[in-house]
């Protein structure tokens, strides 16, 4: 054996250390490394501004911004907008994801729900989401159902595609042995079926939240007196160029907080059922 056989070759470097971490994966650098894209951007934004070399009425420097958000957010108005369409997108997402998992159920498992089911729901699921909202109005009114309601359709179909699909591949020996402990409908389902495909569900929750925020706007653009997506067409409608970056800022830090959740959720969900 020669000298250096236990060494690594010259010219590489290891990736992970004696824990078997590489660095990019320590919890302190993904949070760290988190901020470089949107502190660049921040950063970008200023010299744009303060350059002029975009004109201060299309691209208000993020001072303003801030300025814009303090004030709304000492009057107790931005927190208003924030809550009533939290409130909407929770809604939406919860019956849009439970009916789509029911949905997903029977499409996934049964040949019946498949044969029924999959023609109209992907016919459905072709239709934009505006072509719904007078449909809606007419039939629920400008209140809460109809934007509810938009939402929970924009939620459903990634739960609905995502989790069907994976139904579809359930390991057999899995229901066999289920069904071996006596296992049938709803506690099959739910106990050997459900969570082995937990990673797909996640996955379909989380295109389902993201569908959710931009189902909340169309609808609040369209018919509502509160709301972020209310805010953003009056801000438009005022000039508030201000305001209208920050909706769309707050609209993004939800988003980013509504998908933190779900990846906690996940965790929780493969430590229990895996």
């Known amino acids: 054996m020669t000298a250096g056989a236990g060494a690594p070759e010259a010219g590489i470097t290891p990736r992970s250390g004696p824990t078997g971490t590489t660095l990019w994966s320590r919890p302190a650098v993904r949070i760290a490394g988190g901020f ?24 208000p420097a993020p001072a303003t911004v801030l300025s814009a958000g303090i004030e709304m957010a000492q009057s107790g108005e931005l927190w208003l907008h924030i809550a009533i369409s939290v409130q909407r997108v929770i809604l939406g997402f919860a019956l849009g994801s439970i009916v789509g998992i029911g ?18 729901l ?18 629920m009114g400008i209140g809460e159902d109809s934007k509810v309601t938009l939402i929970a359709i924009g939620a459903f179909f990634p739960v609905y595609t995502t989790v069907s699909g994976a139904l579809r591949h ?26 082995s495909v937990v990673p797909p569900l996640v996955s379909g929750l989380r295109l389902a939240m993201a569908q ?21 067409i009056y801000s438009q409608q005022t000039g508030r160029v201000d305001r209208i970056i920050l909706t769309i800022i707050v609209l993004a830090l939800l988003g980013a907080v509504s998908n933190a959740i779900l990846t906690l959720v996940e965790k929780r969900l493969l430590r229990r059922w895996t």
């Open 212 to 232: 959710a925020w931009l189902f909340l706007v169309a609808a609040e653009l369209i018919a509502a007196s509160m709301g972020l997506g209310f805010l953003l």
């Open 36 to 59: 470089v894209v949107p502190l660049a951007l921040v950063v970008a934004w200023q010299i744009a501004s303060s350059s002029g070399l975009v004109p201060s009425y299309l691209l």
């Open 103 to 120: 949905a997903a159920a029977l499409v996934g498992l049964t040949r019946i729900g498949d044969v029924l089911l999959s023609p109209s």
């Open 122 to 139: 992907a016919a459905l699921r072709a239709i934009p989401s505006l072509a719904l909202v007078p449909l809606l109005l007419l039939w």
């Open 170 to 195: 359930v390991d057999t020996r899995l229901v066999e042995m289920g069904r071996s402990f006596s296992l049938r409908g709803w506690e099959l389902f739910r106990l050997v079926q459900l969570p």
